[in-house]
């Protein structure tokens, strides 16, 4: 509280001398309150410390490692519990007759000699009855307890101890906080290390006071890293520690964390939970039940979700994924591109700095439709990707040549005379062979003397005369983004504020909402637009620890051969994709077995259909496994007691007598059939396989993503 605050509290009265009895004065000015109404009070650092602390050992690909404790590789044979029980009843009844026998004489005195052997005489005929307790009764004792070892072991009366009686003992025990370790996270160690004393001093304090979240321990250790690497000095990222706290080396848009959290994120590792491996026979023993996560590092390698409408994608799978890689951008650590449908929940508009809103006429923001770039070369190539990459040859071999070669007759010279590229109507007129349009641009050429770009044009001009001119292809699809709700859009001109993707060296968070309602074509070419963006202008960044992201919520209609092979180089390239389809129908069929083997990480939801279940079983490929074959034959019986005895049984049992014979054996047979997918994953899980960077892999596992 202020000194304006303390003065307040202690006088509230104008005039302190005593006046004659009369009504209480009200005081003038009421004290300020601590806090503002409905503020909640300021908490400690206490849970921030501890989450800090928090063991994150090392563990296989997408196990959640925050407070993970690893089990053994091999499942520990355990013996059903029914016949655990029977048998630990069974031994005991048997240790009860051994001993009933022994006490009632029935198999003799043997088992006194012992006693007899190592004992005087006086000891065992003495009249006082401690010396009988002591002798008797104990060497009693000791041979009941000999025969309950003995019986107990068989019985294993200490795994029926373990797995039901000592559980129903055991008192939920109260989470202490954990000591500080030899070297404290809290502590900021690494800065204390290389000589940051103050820094780390004030960085633990505002820490330990509750000042400091997981996004600002994320920004300030990726602020650290670019001092170790040599891209920032150690004297300002000092002075911003000591001057701004938890809040230096702030994010442009000076947000600190998200609106809404929905999912689980762990900043220290990077990682965001998606669900719990279930405890199912099919999954690896040391995945059982324990969480399923994905960083960084695993979608490096991209994702590719398939699964019906409703099976979850969009909640279960791209939302966390979403919160996940905005919030490694406020730390710094990725630049992320979320491309969906309008209104899908993909976070308030508040987590993003850049929201596109195509269609839209509030929209601030434009779509850049040649990704930024000043080359004609490159900007033809992405638009004829995005135009009529669909309609290439979806086998080997595939690509949209002849359709770049167009493109860039037109928008070579027409940059040249202009200094900017067409916008779509203009394009649109240049393809369909407009006669004005291009004969202002061949006079322009020739004023400013580009000899060569004549020719261009004039080769331009020919092939229009040929009826195989993919020129009107193209200019029936730019025709679908030349329409009256698009008009404020794809502006070239300067008066818009179009985003490209050029601005992906940089921590954005950024939002692409298409229109679906009555513009699905149009939709489907600028989802190719964007993904053609990405994949040529990731490749080429300066900085690629920085991770960037795209994330398509429907690939419909986006995969084609160059789709593919560009995903392919985002590996190296230090990005990746997020890829969701309803069906793999959506996909040529040629480029089904490339896509899959072209990312990652592949996931399965519930419902879907055995057609596509063919092609994850065989991308998945088979494993080894022991396969048991029970046979049962009959015996005959070769004597008349032998004869007596079957005819007993089988009047007893309604069987006749067989013998078991048991064959185990390895076969090879699919880690997850067709059969299994369609039909065996419940509602709400899914089956996904993980493949890091790093070329560390997780087989197919059973996630219900709901836990």
Known sequence: MDSDGMRDARGTHANPVPRPAGPPEVPSVPPRPPAPPGAPPLPDGSAFVAWLRTPRPEALPGVWRFGHRPRSAQEPEQMPSRQLLTGALIAFLVGWLIWSLLANGYLGGWWILPLELLTPDSWRTSDSQVVNLVVWDGYTLLVVLAIMVGVGRLGRWDEVWRRFVKPRLRRPEAREPQPPSAEDPADWPALRAAGAHDAAERLAAEARQ????????????????????????????????????????????????????????????????????????????????????????????????????????TGSVVRPLTESLCLHALAGRAAVVVVGAAGAPLGPADAYDVVVRIGHPDSVYDLDLYGGTTDPDEAAAVLAEALVGDLTDAHAGGDT?????????????????????????????????????????????????????LRELDARERQMA??????????????????????????????????????????????IDLPERGHADASRILARLILAQFTASVPVREDRSLFACLVLDDASGVITPEAVRGVQRLRSAGAGVVLTLRTLDDVPRPLRGPLLGSVGC?????????????????????????????????????????????MLRRVITGKAPTARAVTVRQVERERWSASELAHAVPAGHAVLSLTSVKGEHAPPLLVDLRG
């Open 210 to 313: 509750g000042l400091m979240r997981d996004v600002d321990h994320a920004r300030i250790s990726r602020a650290w890293q670019g001092v170790l690497g040599g891209r920032h000095s150690l004297a300002s990222f000092t002075g911003a520690v000591l001057g701004h706290g938890a809040g230096a080396c702030p994010h442009p848009s000076g947000a600190r964390d998200l609106p809404l959290r929905q999912a689980r994120h762990d900043l220290v590792t990077g990682q965001v939970r998606l669900g719990t491996a279930a405890d199912d026979a099919r999954n690896p023993y040391a995945y059982r039940g324990t969480g399923l996560a994905l960083d960084p590092d695993l979608l490096g390698t991209s994702l590719l979700a398939v699964g019906p409408a409703g099976s979850g994608k």
């Open 401 to 453: 040549r002849r359709s770049t070669t167009v493109l860039a007759q037109l928008l070579g010279p027409f940059h040249a005379v202009h200094g900017r590229f067409p916008g779509v109507p203009e394009l649109r007129q240049l393809l369909d062979g407009t006669p004005g349009p291009l004969a202002a641009l061949r006079e322009g050429l020739r004023a400013a003397g580009h000899a060569s770009l």
């Open 466 to 511: 040929h009826p195989g001119d993919v020129g009107g292809v193209l200019a029936d699809r730019v025709a679908l983004l030349d329409r009256p709700a698009f008009a404020p859009f794809f502006d070239t001109s300067g008066q818009t504020r179009p985003f490209s993707l050029k601005a992906l060296d940089h921590p954005v968070r950024v939002r």
């Open 602 to 646: 592949r996931m399965a939801l519930a419902g879907l259909t055995p057609w596509d279940g063919q092609d994850f079983a065989a991308v998945w490929g088979k494993e080894w496994t022991d396969a048991t074959d029970v046979t049962d034959r009959q015996i005959i019986a070769e004597t008349p007691a032998g004869k007596a005895v079957h």
